[in-house]
């Protein structure tokens, strides 16, 4: 059973449409004591994520989403989220994962947002598995996750390399969208079920 942190800053509806879809049964996380009613959680996100943080803040849940050893999915920016620090509203976030969100630089000639498909060379990691390299998901962002290696399970290139999916422990980050990828995302969100 997967819960999904109701935090109002979430596009819920594409995401419980894809786990409709993969028979994967799921319920919303409003309080503490409901993540103690699922297996796995997911942090979904729309926007901005200072605005997102404030959101969450208001729940009462962020202490107990820090404490979590289940398995944890940030989805876009419920991946920053995870991060510490976002330039954007220049936020302090969750600090799960010792990495950065930036702003895309227009100097490097891309249009911003970064919309649309593009390419993911995912490393050796549960989250992927059965997902070829140079798959292509579905992202919608003006702000990247800075690539670092420790943490990085799979990068994309937009003008520069970013993290396109990252992990410590339990804690997972995707900053593309796996409900509106097609089968490739629908991997994504099965093996998430899946994990352990």
Not at 51 to 59: S, Y
Not at 117 to 125: E, L, S, T
Request: hydrophobic share 40%; with cysteine; glycine share 8%.
């Amino acid at each position: 059973m997967i819960g999904i942190v109701n935090y109002g800053a979430g596009n819920i509806f594409s995401l419980t449409a894809a786990l409709e879809r993969l028979n994967v049964q799921y319920g919303m996380v409003n309080t503490e004591s409901d993540l103690e009613k699922y297996s796995h959680i997911i942090i979904p996100g729309v926007g901005h994520a200072g605005t997102a943080m404030e959101k969450l803040k208001h729940t009462g849940l962020i202490d107990a989403i820090k404490a979590l050893k289940k398995p944890v999915l940030g989805i876009c920016v419920g991946m920053q989220l995870i991060t510490e620090h976002s330039e954007e509203g220049d936020a302090a976030l969750l600090s799960i994962v010792p990495v950065k969100t930036k702003k895309f630089d227009k100097s490097l000639n891309i249009k911003i947002p970064h919309m649309g498909w593009n390419a993911v060379n995912p490393k050796n990691n549960s989250l992927f598995e059965g997902v070829e390299d140079n798959t292509q998901f579905y992202f919608v962002h003006s702000y990247f996750i800075e690539y670092n290696p420790t943490f990085d399970i799979a990068s994309a290139h937009y003008g520069l390399k970013f993290s396109a999916a990252i992990q410590k422990d339990n804690f997972y980050g995707v900053q593309f969208h796996p409900e509106k990828s097609g089968k490739a995302g629908e991997q994504i969100l099965k093996n998430f079920s899946n994990l352990r």
